[in-house]
T-cell receptor, first 112, second 112 residues
């Protein structure tokens, strides 16, 4: 198995632009998580899905952030419009019910 | 509300020493506990998962213990090597369908 796949690995954009981050979870995993990590705040859970349904989005910082999971093998995290304070590493993770969680390599986002 | 604490925040030891990293949690009603490793600029790698019914798990030079009644877990690293230098995070899952509650991590430096 290739593990959790994220793209792009690095993204540099200008303030106000739309940013879309992509994630392919491990096949058979029914939970998918989006995290953000910064030096100041550490690792923050943004949203998670169970069987493609959003369960808890209380960590999404504001309405500029949205996430979708149209099927079991794909999820997106979109920021529109992006701001410099959104600069961070965004991780996607997946797991089967009750078992360990596996992380993707992350997308390093820089908003200028 | 479950809270997870890792002390110390940073630790530096000479190569070859055995060491213990600590993780404490406030609510003993957990489903499982997971230890992760994060290298600088990289994603998180799962090291060990301990189910609530287990006392310890071992993988190579790593041994993780769990004492639910006292709200503590330890990660023991035997014969430390410079390649063990990383940030180690522990995370608790309150129940099978819930997300992980994260500690802030311990940054470990092994000096050659």
């Amino acid at each position: 198995d290739a593990g959790v796949i994220q793209s792009p690995r690095h993204e540099v954009t200008e303030m106000g632009q739309e940013v879309t981050l992509r994630c392919k979870p491990i096949s058979g995993h029914d939970y998918l998580f989006w995290y953000r990590q910064t030096m100041m705040r550490g690792l923050e859970l943004l949203i998670y899905f169970n069987n493609n349904v959003p369960i808890d989005d209380s960590g999404m910082p504001e309405d500029r952030f949205s996430a979708k999971m149209p099927n079991a093998s794909f999820s997106t995290l979109k920021i529109q419009p992006s701001e410099p304070r959104d600069s961070a590493v965004y991780f996607c993770a997946s797991r089967p019910t009750g078992y360990e969680q596996f992380f993707g390599p992350g997308t390093r986002l820089t908003v200028l | 509300k479950q809270e997870v604490t890792q002390i110390p925040a940073a630790l530096s030891v000479p190569e070859g020493e055995n060491l213990v990293l600590n993780c404490s949690f406030t609510d003993s009603a957990i489903y499982n506990l997971q230890w992760f490793r994060q290298d600088p600029g990289k994603g998180l790698t799962s090291l060990l998962l301990i189910q609530s019914s287990q006392r310890e798990q071992t993988s190579g030079r790593l041994n993780a213990s769990l004492d639910k009644s006292s709200g503590r877990s330890t990660l023991y690293i035997a014969a430390s090597q410079p390649g063990d230098s990383a940030t180690y995070l522990c995370a608790v899952r309150p129940n099978s369908n819930y997300q992980l509650i994260w500690g802030a991590g311990t940054k470990l430096i092994i000096k050659p």
